[in-house]
DNA sequence: GAGTGGTCTAGACCACCCG
DNA sequence: GGGTGGTCTAGACCACTCG
């Protein structure tokens, strides 16, 4: 371990992301002990042939995923491999159904331009009244409902998105098409009970738990481009997700 | 704006930090614009009297908080104010509560030592059986029940867990005080309803939804520390986290 | 005091985007 | 082609930890 790793110079990428990448295959393939102490950063940077400076780069994207620590004055340690990792990310619907390899369908309840509700209004930063496009659609897994989705989305960003097959794809797909890359989002998760309109989508009798979801999208610029409602079959669904101290 | 910005030297604080700080400061309280265009990089730096490198690393920290956005080839924008900024934070119920100005208090309802049973051994990479300490607590804010938590510790890390006075302080606080400091967790939630005992003490309906937790709490170097089960009356409780694409 | 990570410099060249 | 961010170097000194 840790002996003649030159890098063969590959073609465009980056070398701080080649060695990040070499790095986590050692510790991911399990030549790294946990807890084990890597060498230091300046012999590190000599076996991969590179300045320290951007041996440090890849350490600490490293770092950063949780695979390595430091303790200053001290060294680099492998941690220990932790079951999850990389929650926290923004998926779609149909991204993370096939990734399961489930059989991802949507059906369009409502598409229709509305006055924007006072909420909905304060969290895309528009004026109470100003139109926007409601979309209320139900997700099907396996061809099981799991999902009532209530859209909302400013009509003066996305004046054309209603001629869009919204069944087709998933909703993104079509904010990105018009110009917005979704970035990040904000989310706030409640425990509700089904009511009967809710009940009857999601086939379970109304009073049954719902974990419901309110969801702020926002664009790279920082535009909130999408507020959603979303209520959850609680024996379906659940949400993982990563915190640091 | 974005002139004459020397700093002064600050005993001990990095450059970058200051840099950071300084540019953060002028972002909220309002001294640039919304999609306004900072200067290159290169001037930026001459500005502050530092080397590019320097001030790459302060904008990178801004940028990882959302502030700012770059366009390779273009520059380095401001991002749009988003409402919350900073969840996906780890917070500790006596912490969280003290900020939004609620009286925390914490009963204690078991604290044993007991053979793990299989869930909790997986999550804590023990052998099933092994023992561990369960400490299961009820949890009010301003003397209204809110949460029913059950934490599970190895034994082995923290066998004198139970000298100390649990309703005095945070977990946490102790498995600090024994050398082990809280860094990640990775936790679940579902939407549940309460059973009869949980009703009892959340003094709901049984019935009544229930946002379920599940969690498990790593130190610095990955070692699991903690399992815990959360019950937490719907009515009263929610988690707000930010996601990423 | 030796080992190690944390910060910082003053350059350099490249890749991307625009008019 | 000019402006800009992305990557990289080869040094340097400091701060922390440990024996």
Known sequence: MFNNKRLISIEGIPLYVQIRENLKKDIQEGRLAIGQKLPPEEELAQQ?????????????????????????????YMSRPQIDRDHTRL?????????????????????????????????????????????KTLRLANDIPVSVVDHYVPY???????????????????LEEFGFRVKTAVQTVYAREADSELGELLKIESGE????????????????IEFTYCYNRGDQYSITMKLTR
């Open 209 to 224: 738990p719902i974990l419901f979801k309110e969801r702020t999208v926002y664009a790279e610029d920082g535009t909130p």
């Open 156 to 174: 003066q960003l996305f004046p054309h998105l209603l001629d869009c097959d919204l069944e087709a794809a998933h909703l993104w797909d079509f």
């Open 91 to 135: 998926t779609n619907f149909f991204e993370s159904a096939k990734e399961k390899g489930i059989n991802a369908a949507i059906r369009v309840l409502i598409a229709d331009i509305v006055p924007s509700p006072l909420k909905v209004a304060s969290a895309l930063g528009l004026e109470e009244g100003e139109l926007v496009i409601r979309i």
């Open 48 to 76: 991969f042939n590179v300045s320290r400076m951007t041996m440090r780069r890849a350490l600490n994207d490293l770092v950063e995923e949780g695979l390595l620590y430091r303790k200053q004055g001290r060294g680099t």
